[in-house]
């Protein structure tokens, strides 16, 4: 089945420590986003890439990273400099065809805290 | 800039219809669609529909959309325990890919 896969499920960050979470999807999809939930505030976009070896900062950046070596993977640092990285994180990804119906589809989120 | 407005809850009785109200500002949206996110759980795309059009319905969902107003609208006919999770409206502006999302509406499901 394809599909978009977050792992961990849950993380737990130490003080000064940069973690990373992954995002793999099997679906072909030429774009692919995170967002960050909070309660109460809806999705928010941090990064976002259209093609391999690109990629944008979207609306809160600040004290994230990303890469998009292959087309398959997306991976999101959460860095030190992130003060509040306590959050629910969503990877998503879409076809990127022009102005073509393109819903976005979700991975099933990494929840992260803090130690 | 864009912007898209829900309330945060609704409450319904199992078996009511249950209607989820989102407003847009963005006059060249293309297309606008509707999620579902279950608790622990990413978005599932539910429905979409496009700019030209009024009304799509699917099953027990029915989606309204008035572009004079910029008001669109899902109905949940015959409302379940398990329809209980937050609803997200999302649009796509013109020349563009990425959404806009509402900050989602907890729908909660009583007996």
């Known amino acids: 089945d394809g599909g978009i896969t977050q792992s961990p499920k849950y993380l737990f960050r130490k003080e000064g420590q940069n973690v990373t979470l992954s995002c793999e999807q099997n679906l072909n999809h030429d774009a692919m986003y995170w967002y960050r939930q909070d309660p109460g505030q809806g999705l928010r976009l941090i990064y976002y890439?259209?093609?391999?070896?690109?990629?944008q900062k979207g609306d809160i950046a600040e004290g994230y990273s990303v890469s998009r070596e292959k087309k398959e993977s997306f991976p999101l640092t959460v860095t030190s400099a992130q003060k509040n990285p306590t959050a629910f994180y969503l990877c998503?990804?879409?076809?990127?065809?022009?102005?073509?119906?393109?819903?976005?589809?979700f991975g099933d989120g990494t929840r992260l805290s803090i130690l | 800039g864009e912007d898209v407005e829900q309330s945060l809850f609704l409450s319904v009785r199992e078996g009511d219809s249950s209607v989820i109200n989102c407003t847009y500002t963005?006059?060249?949206?293309?297309?606008l669609y509707w999620y579902k996110q279950e608790p622990g759980a990413g978005l599932q795309l539910l429905t979409y529909i496009f700019s030209n059009m009024d009304m799509k319905q699917d099953q027990r969902l029915t989606v309204l959309l008035n572009k004079k107003d910029k008001h669109l609208s899902l109905r949940i006919a015959d409302t379940q325990t398990g329809d209980s999770a937050i609803y997200f409206c999302a649009e796509t502006p013109g020349g563009s890919y990425i959404p806009t999302f509402g900050r989602g509406t907890s729908l909660i499901v009583h007996p």
């Open positions: 998503a990804s879409s076809i990127h065809r022009g102005s073509s119906n393109q819903p976005q589809h």
């Open positions: 963005d006059s060249s949206s293309t297309y």
């Open positions: 890439s259209q093609i391999v070896n690109d990629f």
